[in-house]
């Protein structure tokens, strides 16, 4: 394999080369679960999927950690907010990330820590950055602890910034800072706060500070050294730049890549809870179909910003609704044909290499789709077959292969999706009866509004010599 990849950390495309031969260890940044996720969120889930499903297709065993942060200054502010314990506000959340991963046909990751699980790993690390002088506790009986940030010389690397020039941390009181830039690790227990939400430890009754979370789970789950480091690119500072620091002071070498993809954009700004333009993903996946959203989020390049708008979700769910229509009218033609018997065209092998270039690969599928079309009205069912192998395969390793799971059922996820597609061929089916019969004694007006109440529910009928088939469409 010659897989390139580009590391936020140098700003260049580089060959990818794994710490173990065979194995790949991928740490990115799940959800703060003061909230549900919002397709912003899920973008990140989206593309570490991709990544994940080529580097298992090219023979990598690859451990996937993708964590939870539960205990946080907004978990317990929104908690407070709502009256409920922030321990079932961060439970009730997380339910709701996982059934987004399904809903959107992410394969589960191989470890899901989360970040209360972890605290004495978090002691631990913090400890070791006191004892070797990066890290100390305040001096005003706060309980918390703080990393030096002026004892780390290559502080600022990963975001190419100067000390000199960073604002200060904003994320505790400041008097107990020998530098206003520098980050908690340790946040001592306040009186307004739940005991619940605290632990003890060396330096006092506290919580972790978020960078330190992360920091011990990645630690823990994948060694002192691992391949690929990820997230949003918001998180590359400060959340990012801290792991960095706080890690290698610790003498860990952490993560050889690291990879950010691009936002999803509201009106020109990042998507977030906190400017009120979130787009939640159980809703959105009410107005169009799991898989059409997935598909729009795949489209782009990861690295590039998507500016969301209906009309852009609407013409990729029209885009993909092309490619799924050649993969079902295929199969009547030629029977399922199985993907794995497929050999991946090279052009679709070297876009992927080269960075996870998704839209050179999907420019692909559409030319072997085209050439799949000719095939179909010449029904020439060994070369169709051929060809429907191969955009099945490589539909199936960005999770968009319409016969395979969750999307082989209308419902698109697990839950009800085959009882959902039967139930709903019995009543397609009889309205087409019906249609039959209208045709069949030339009543074409009766005929005709059929078509018309179904296309209204979004079902589109293609009259073909084998018979009439559907499949869904934009209601209008």
């Given amino acids: 394999m010659s897989f390139h990849l580009y590391d936020s950390a140098t700003r260049q495309v580089q060959r990818f080369s794994p710490v173990h031969p065979g194995q790949v260890g991928i740490y990115h940044c799940g959800l703060t679960v003061q909230g549900p996720p919002h397709i912003g969120h899920i973008r990140k889930e989206v593309v570490f999927d991709v990544l994940r499903r080529w580097l298992e297709h090219a023979g990598y065993t690859v ?61 631990e690390l913090m400890t070791e950055l006191v004892e070797r002088g990066h890290a100390y506790p305040a001096k005003d009986d706060s309980g918390d602890v703080y990393f030096d940030v002026l004892s780390w010389e290559s502080y600022g690397a990963l975001s190419g910034q100067k000390v000199g020039e960073m604002q200060a941390a904003e994320d505790a009181d400041p008097r107990g800072k020998r530098d206003p830039r520098d980050f908690a690790l ?53 959340h990012h730049e801290n792991e960095i620091a706080q890690s290698r002071a610790a003498g860990h070498p952490f993560a050889r890549y690291w990879m950010h993809n691009g936002m999803v954009n509201l009106n020109g700004a990042k998507m977030a809870k906190s400017v009120g333009n979130s787009l939640l993903v159980s809703e959105v996946v009410q107005r169009v179909r799991p898989v059409e959203l997935r598909y729009y989020l795949v489209a782009a390049h990861y690295r590039s910003i998507v500016e969301y708008t209906e009309d852009s979700l609407t013409e990729a769910g029209a885009a993909y609704r092309r490619l799924e229509g050649y993969v079902q009218r295929a199969s009547e033609v030629a029977g399922v044909a199985e993907p794995r018997s497929a050999t991946l065209p090279a052009e679709f092998v070297t876009a992927m290499d080269d960075d996870l270039g998704v839209p050179q690969a999907l420019a692909v599928i559409f030319d072997y789709v085209r050439d799949g079309n000719t095939l179909l009205a010449a029904r020439d069912s060994e070369e169709l077959r051929e060809n429907l192998a191969a955009v099945r395969q490589m539909l199936g390793l960005l999770g968009l292969d319409p016969l395979d799971e969750p999307w082989g059922s209308l419902g698109d996820s697990s839950h009800g999706g085959q009882r959902m597609r039967a139930t709903v061929d019995s009543l397609v089916g009889l309205l087409l009866a019906q249609r039959e019969a209208a045709r069949a004694r030339k009543d074409f007006a009766a005929a005709d509004a059929i078509r018309d109440q179904l296309k209204a529910a979004g079902i589109m009928l293609e009259d073909t010599p084998s018979g009439t088939r559907w499949e869904l469409g934009d209601a209008s």
């Fill in 63 to 123: 451990t996937l950690v993708a964590n939870v942060t539960d205990i946080d200054d907004k978990v317990l502010a929104k908690a407070a907010e709502a009256s409920i314990p922030w321990w079932s506000l961060a439970y009730g959340n997380e339910r709701a990330l996982d059934d987004a991963y399904a809903v959107l046909g992410c394969l589960p990751a191989t470890y899901q820590p989360r970040a209360t699980q972890h605290i004495p790993e978090m002691i």
């Fill in 186 to 238: 340790w946040k001592g227990h306040r009186p307004n706060e739940p005991v619940t939400a605290s632990w003890p430890s060396p330096y006092g009754r506290g919580r972790p500070g978020w960078h330190l979370e992360c920091s011990a789970m990645a630690l823990k789950y994948l060694g002192e050294e691992f391949d690929i480091h990820g997230g949003g690119l918001d998180l590359r500072f400060p």
